[in-house]
């Protein structure tokens, strides 16, 4: 092959600069700069052809792929993403320009959701026009078009690497991020904006935690009343039509939408519409002079549905009913955690149960059972957080959880508690505070807060106030090996995980910062995992890409936080903690 380029003088003075900055002598390996990484890239030698301004994507047409098709070919075409280390690649000579990217898909028919097929295959080939981008699912085909995306780059002409060989498949299956709309709310363009830079990312699964104590912004056909006097107000709510834009831009963009109803704790904001369902409602969460045991919840802003009271299950099966018709996701996340015993034990009712021997478990197991059967009625898989099962003083015996309808979500005491989880048969999602949870290192919130008087009075001082301090890194999270100590049996019930920000001191003012780049750390983890070929953890050469994929989210309009100064990365390796030389 000849080339056969027209290059405007603009061009040219490009491409001379291009290959002035390439004589940096940098490694093969460094200019992979995909993220995640994939499985499995093979590019023997480092050679790039150009984009042609005619480039196009053909595809099958699909409801949900083909938009994501037109997106991507726009992106790939107006993006101009300049790199801030360029890559050491040649313009290869004997290329013709790249115009066609093929995608064939095996299955079209094949739903999102979990455990559906995600892998892709990406060949450019040195000596053709043509891409090919093979994938089982319209799923697997969308990974592959974000992959090729970030193969392109440059100002005029655009270049993509030829002589490129890449088979994907994540590690997980479920790989998530946590949003908490009830402490603080987000409208929805913050959650589309989320959605779509999860999927960039290559994660899956937007847990939507949805409603709290706080505040109840789910609008709700058949229980329009919980939002209408729980929400912070008309417009701080999600219509029916808010949800189903943000299930199908989910579906666009290879994401599902997995809803969560928190309950029976965690529902202050239900007494606004309901009081006599909720026990506690809007006290002070912690009475003066009471033990921290005594205390009324986890948090300020209390509230738990009463297990006792019937007019409870007439509100929660609307509620689950609705949920489920507005959310096509198999699985749904009825919340389950933190129940606090001196919240049921304000209500007369309950202390009377009590009183007469009755148990805190035994309330919850009255609840599981009403609410659970009917839940898998639904034809749904059951989330709930490990408390269920974990907790110290209310906790259900596992009878009333069969695994096969049951996946448990764990947040505490880190690879423990995942352990407990499947070493007992269940499936788990990770999700454990000390590494996953964003929100951390904040402080904490409750205000004329003693413990920072100095000097230091409270054993929570060393965290600045911040119950699960300290902030965690990307390193914490990129290093963070979800199934620590398991059995390659127990590992297969690990199906997961998911970072969270929960939001008591977040909103749409610093959503972006506190999701990314810590988010890309574990999506890399789950996708492809943390470790280089010699079975090292390979953080040192992730810090390079991640600051590549940090940049370039940031002109994408994701306002990703930075990892170091700017000049590190313009001076590569000059920030590590040893030369890379020596
Ligand atoms: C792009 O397509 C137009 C019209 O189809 C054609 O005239 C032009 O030469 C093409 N350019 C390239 C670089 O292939
Ligand atoms: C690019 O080409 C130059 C000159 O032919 C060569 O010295 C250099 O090694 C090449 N760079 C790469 C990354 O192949
Ligand atoms: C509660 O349990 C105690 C000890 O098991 C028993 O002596 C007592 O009769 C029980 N009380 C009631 C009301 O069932
Ligand atoms: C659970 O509910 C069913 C009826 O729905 C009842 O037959 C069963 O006894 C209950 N189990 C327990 C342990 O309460
Ligand atoms: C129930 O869900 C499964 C997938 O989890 C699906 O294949 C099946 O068609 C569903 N059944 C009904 C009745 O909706
Ligand atoms: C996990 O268990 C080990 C061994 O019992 C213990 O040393 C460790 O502190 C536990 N980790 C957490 C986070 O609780
Ligand atoms: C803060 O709390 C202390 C102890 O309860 C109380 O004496 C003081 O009046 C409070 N100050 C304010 C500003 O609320």
Known sequence: MTRNLVISSRCSLFLILFFLLVSASLTATSAQWIWPKPRTLSWPSPLATILSPNFTISSPYHQHLSPAVKRYRLQILTEHHRPLVPPPVNLSNSSPHLQVLTITVKDLAAPLQHSVDESYALVIPTASSTANLPAETVWGAMRGLETFSQLVWGLKPLLVPVGLDVWDSPLFEHRGIILDTSRNYYPVDDILRTIKAM??????VFHWHVTDSHSFPLMLPSEPALAEKGSYGNDMLYSPADVATIVRFGLEHGVRVLPEIDSPAHTGSWAEAYPDIVTCANMFWWPAESEWADRLASEPGTGQLNPLNP?????????IGDAVALFPERFFHAGGDEIIPGCWK???????????????????EKFVNTTFPYIVSLNRTVVYWEDILLDADVKVDPSFLPPEHTILQTWNKGPNNTKLIVSSGYRAIVSSSEF???DCGHGDFPGNDSQYDPPPTSDDSGNGGSWCGPFKTWQTIYNYDIAYGLTPEETKLVLGGEVALWSEQADPTVLDVRIWPRASAMAETLWSGNRDESGKKRYAEAMDRLNEWRHRMVNKGIRAEPLQPLWCIKNPGMCNTVHPSD
């Open 436 to 438: 996953y949870y964003l």
């Open 346 to 364: 304000a209500d007369p009712a309950i202390q009377s149960f009590l009183s007469k021997n009755g148990t805190l478990s035994q309330l919850l």
């Open 199 to 204: 999927s960039a990312n290559k994660l899956n």
């Open 311 to 319: 007019n409870t299950y007439q509100v929660l099966k609307n509620v």
